[in-house]
């Protein structure tokens, strides 16, 4: 298998977060429609995002276990490792009942009702909460992260394109202004320095 760096997690977790978005968004916007011949493909929309979502929530909390073991932390980001994977826990747990209520929806043909809706917002809230622990991980901890930029170098050995061209234009107006500066009259000196010989 192609080694990825860290490894795979970071990859399949964004087609999870994107998949399971638009179903829920689909689903509310079905909803908000209502009885209109529009609905019946906001509900396909949903269904068939929410379902392919599933699948990759499955790779993605499979990846996301084996980078729970092989990636190297320290005592402060391994709490917030087990914090991460907690809610992922809980939303996969959400996700796998917001599937089965889904399918048997439609395989029973049942409209959509109120209560599919708030499990499917919490859904929504949980999957977000677990994003930003994630998130938290890689930009606050470092996890997965081979090196690190040090904070100094930007400010010493880093220079942007503005600095470069104030920089160089300061030189410049500096250099210019020696150029321009006045310098004692040689010949007016030569003058009167012969006027006092005689």
Not at 167 to 176: A, G, K, L
């Amino acid at each position: 298998m192609i080694e990825i760096i860290p490894n795979w997690h970071p990859i399949f977790v964004h087609f999870t977060v994107a998949l399971i978005s638009t179903a829920i968004g689909f689903f509310l916007l079905a909803k908000l429609l209502g009885n209109r011949p529009i609905q019946e493909q906001c509900l396909i929309i949903a269904r068939w995002n929410l379902w392919i979502g599933t699948i990759f929530a499955v790779i993605t909390v499979v990846t996301g276990i084996l980078a729970y073991n092989s990636v190297a932390h320290d005592t402060p980001s391994h709490a917030a490792m087990i914090e991460h994977r907690n809610w992922a826990l809980a939303t996969f747990a959400v996700l796998l009942l917001t599937t089965l209520w889904s399918a048997w929806s439609f395989y029973a043909n049942k409209l959509i009702k109120l209560p599919f809706l708030l499990m499917a917002v919490l859904l929504l809230g949980l999957l977000f909460s677990t994003a930003w622990h994630g998130g938290e991980l890689v930009y606050r901890y470092g996890l997965g992260v081979m090196s690190m930029p040090a904070a100094e170098d930007h400010t010493s050995g880093h220079v942007h394109s503005g600095e470069m061209q104030s920089s160089d234009s300061h030189s410049h107006s500096h250099e210019h202004a020696m150029k321009t500066e006045p310098t004692p009259d040689k010949h007016k000196h030569e003058h009167e320095h012969d006027g006092h010989s005689h």
